[in-house]
């Protein structure tokens, strides 16, 4: 590799020299490489694209604060805690944009597959096409989430946990037709491996927890919630509601930590974030009267 172009060997003293094309975001990548500060890992190259991975070694931060982290369908809710357990505040992230792609895509494939329906090899090329257009999409909007939530735990230096959904398919697969398509597009393990690595490069620790209860146990006394409208769960023993987000961040602090402190009912923050990666700021109690309104 020599700057923003890569030469391959074709033979004995023979090379191609290909143009890369690159971004502002990339070419920070390649001036800290030309500086010395990475070092560059295998290139992969494919039809219609050149993957340039770039490592260095990174010494974990003493971490000051845990952020705990729970990754939902249309949001990504967290909660910041300091060494002692108090929560300095609680945030929920609104990705409904990620579904939004989704079904927009999806509506667009029945389309095509009824077009196409008589010329199997052009609805695979089409197919093949718009599955490229809609990974991107949502990649790119995923990776600008993660960059929200790590920029986050960085300014707090907080180690952070999120719950291990590895085996979360399984349970996925035994719901009803039209549930298992909808949640079978969810990029939960994606946006985690975007918060993973980012974290890392930062010097900032991840861990994972068994989920088991996060969403469903009061983290003050451990009974069981009950529901109370949508999103909203109740504490009998406790009388306390709490929005089923801020729980699940709870009790992943309370698996991983010990038991927290000043623990939060409904998010301090909510944030729209939008396809340029921005965030909006939203009232709470406006955003959750919207989202409370029956369906």
């Given at each position: 590799m020599r700057g923003e172009r890569i030469r391959i060997v074709t033979a004995p003293r023979k090379f191609v ?34 993957i340039v991975p770039f490592k260095r070694k990174v010494k974990l931060k003493e971490p000051r604060a845990v ?23 609680s945030v929920r992230l609104d990705i409904y944009k990620v579904k939004r792609i989704h079904e927009n895509y ?190």
């Open positions: 020299t290909i143009e890369l094309v690159v971004g502002e975001y990339q070419r920070e990548f390649i001036e800290g490489w030309r500086r010395g500060k990475y070092d560059i890992g295998e290139i992969i190259i494919k039809r219609d694209c050149i952020m705990t982290i729970d990754v939902n369908e249309k949001n990504v809710t967290y909660t910041v805690f300091d060494r002692d357990g108090d929560v300095i505040k999806s509506r667009k494939r029945q389309k095509i597959q009824e077009k196409l329906a008589k010329k199997p090899k052009k609805l695979k090329e089409v197919m093949h096409k718009y599955s490229g257009r809609e990974r991107r999409k949502i990649e790119d909007y995923l990776h600008k989430v993660s960059v929200f939530i790590v920029r986050e735990a960085t300014r707090y230096n907080a180690e952070i946990i999120m719950e291990d959904l590895k085996n979360i398919r399984d349970s996925i697969n035994r719901k009803r037709k039209n549930l298992r398509r909808r949640l079978n597009r969810w990029n939960f393990r994606k946006l985690q491996f975007f918060i993973e690595y980012k974290a890392k490069w930062n010097g900032l620790n991840v861990k994972y927890i068994e989920p088991n209860g996060s969403s469903s146990l009061c983290p003050i006394c451990g009974c069981r919630l009950n529901p109370k409208g949508r999103r909203i769960l109740k504490c009998n023993r406790c009388e306390i509601t709490f929005d089923r987000d801020i729980v699940a961040t709870l009790n992943l602090f309370k698996s991983g930590c010990g038991e927290p402190r000043s623990p939060r009912t409904l998010p301090d923050e909510v944030w729209l974030i939008k396809p340029d990666g921005t965030g909006e700021l939203l009232k709470v109690d406006e955003y959750y009267e919207k989202l409370l309104k029956p369906p």
